[in-house]
Nanobody, 116 residues
Framework: QGHYVESGGGLVQPGGFLRLSCAAS????????MRWYRQAPGKERELVAG????????NYVDSVKGRFTISRDNSKNMLYLEMNSLKLEDTDVYYC?????????WGQGTQVTVSS
C-alpha cells in the first residue's frame, strides 16, 4: 500500500509563496500520475492539480491556474506544488495521492493558512 507524507505548509500573507512537498512510498512512483488535493473542515476534498507519469502533462483547477505549479522528481519519489500569489481562499489542508490506488492510506496533509 502506498504512503504519502506531505510537508511545506505554513502561515503566509496574501500574495505570498509556499512550496509543498510530498514523499511517496510503497509503490513504483514513476508508474503513476500524481495529484494534489485540498480540503477545508466540513467541506469535500477538492482536486487542485494533476501531473502525468513523466511530468509532461499537467492540469489545474481553474481557481489556481497561473498561480500554482505542480512538478515531480521520479528519481526521488517526490511530488511538489509551488504556490504563488496565495489568496485567503487557498487556506486548506493539502494532500497528495496517486489516482487509481483505492487501498492507499491518505497522508496527514500539510496545513496552508493564508492570513493577513
Amino acid at each position: 500500500q502506498g504512503h504519502y507524507v506531505e510537508s511545506g505548509g505554513g502561515l503566509v500573507q496574501p500574495g505570498g509563496f509556499l512550496r509543498l512537498s510530498c514523499a511517496a512510498s510503497g509503490f513504483t512512483f514513476s508508474n503513476y500520475a500524481m495529484r494534489w488535493y485540498r480540503q477545508a473542515p466540513g467541506k469535500e476534498r477538492e482536486l487542485v492539480a494533476g501531473i502525468s507519469t513523466f511530468g509532461d502533462l499537467k492540469n489545474y483547477v481553474d481557481s489556481v491556474k497561473g498561480r500554482f505549479t505542480i512538478s515531480r522528481d521520479n528519481s526521488k519519489n517526490m511530488l511538489y506544488l509551488e504556490m504563488n500569489s496565495l489568496k485567503l481562499e487557498d487556506t486548506d489542508v493539502y494532500y497528495c495521492r496517486a489516482p487509481g490506488r483505492p487501498d492507499d492510506y491518505w497522508g496527514q496533509g500539510t496545513q496552508v493558512t493564508v492570513s493577513s
